[in-house]
């Protein structure tokens, strides 16, 4: 089922992504050489109780953290360690929040000091992409309009769209229907609708599209040892266009 969400639950659910945003800027001004995933890990776990809010994640289908921290060639669910940062690393990190019953989510992938151009080139098509996903979600058009400008984007640049992993719908669950993939043709699948509520989140390679899961069952890297970034906002279908919610002071703003 796709549910609608009238105006009191998108209210909500702004209010949990507004969370998720104000928490990836306080991790942003820290990652820097020489620093842990798990000190990120910490000060996320440290944000959220001083928010009064529970990071989604911790728990949840069994993932042992708050955060997820993927570095390099891990796509997504890297689990937070004594890892240490090194200049010239990708790091992706993603962030739910389960805030009165309803949830937010989002990442984004930040270079840690004198990247490679081609990490450099990865992130902004990545990021990229994503909005070139979120501007088709508009009342009237098909869900596959979305993956069809994500693939599109990645692909002119010479980069890969990972297809074993997509977006969501979310909501008063972290994962809903529908799912939103990052490839595929135009003009498939369901009707958007106003109201609509979902997570779009475009994970990209520099090589081969092809993943694997690592020994400890939940992160995915790429089977090449490719690069890979990931960018995600939670947004709303309305009459006005798509409206970001993990964005700071942005609610009454098109994409």
């Known amino acids: 089922m796709i549910y609608l969400r009238s105006d009191k639950e998108i209210a909500e659910?702004?209010?949990?992504?507004?969370?998720?945003a104000e928490i990836q800027e306080e991790l942003k001004k820290i990652i820097k050489p020489g620093i842990t995933t798990n000190?990120?890990?910490?000060?996320?776990e440290r944000e959220a109780v001083k928010k009064k809010v529970k990071l989604a994640f911790k728990g949840y289908r069994g993932f042992p953290e708050g955060i997820c921290t993927s570095v390099n060639d891990e796509v997504v669910h890297g689990i937070p360690s004594s890892r240490i940062l090194k200049a010239g690393d990708i790091i992706s990190i993603d962030i739910g929040i389960l805030n009165n019953g309803y949830y937010g989510d989002?990442?984004?992938?930040?270079?840690?000091?004198?990247?490679?151009?081609?990490?450099?080139l990865l992130m902004r098509v990545t990021e990229k992409a994503l909005y070139c996903g979120i501007d088709e979600a508009r009342v009237g058009n098909r869900l596959s309009n979305i993956s069809h400008a994500?693939?599109?984007?990645?692909?002119?640049?010479?980069f890969s769209v990972v297809r074993d992993l997509v977006g969501h719908g979310i909501g008063r669950n972290?994962?809903?229907?529908?799912?939103?993939?990052?490839?595929?043709?135009?003009n498939r699948g369901p009707r958007l609708r106003e109201g609509m509520v979902m997570a779009i989140e475009p994970m990209v390679a520099s090589g081969d599209w092809?993943?694997?899961?690592?020994?400890n069952g939940w992160t995915v890297a790429t089977e090449d040892h490719s690069l890979s970034a990931h960018f995600?906002?939670?947004?709303?279908?309305?009459?006005?266009g798509p409206q970001i919610l993990t964005k700071l002071n942005t609610r009454r703003k098109n994409a």
């Open 13 to 20: 659910i702004e209010k949990a992504c507004k969370i998720v």
């Open 106 to 120: 989002g990442a984004f992938t930040v270079g840690v000091d004198g990247i490679s151009s081609v990490a450099d």
């Open 39 to 44: 000190y990120l890990n910490e000060s996320a």
């Open 150 to 158: 994500i693939q599109k984007h990645v692909e002119s640049d010479g």
């Open 174 to 186: 972290l994962h809903e229907e529908p799912q939103i993939p990052n490839f595929g043709p135009p």
């Open 210 to 215: 092809k993943v694997k899961i690592l020994n």
């Open 232 to 240: 995600e906002h939670t947004l709303v279908i309305t009459t006005r």
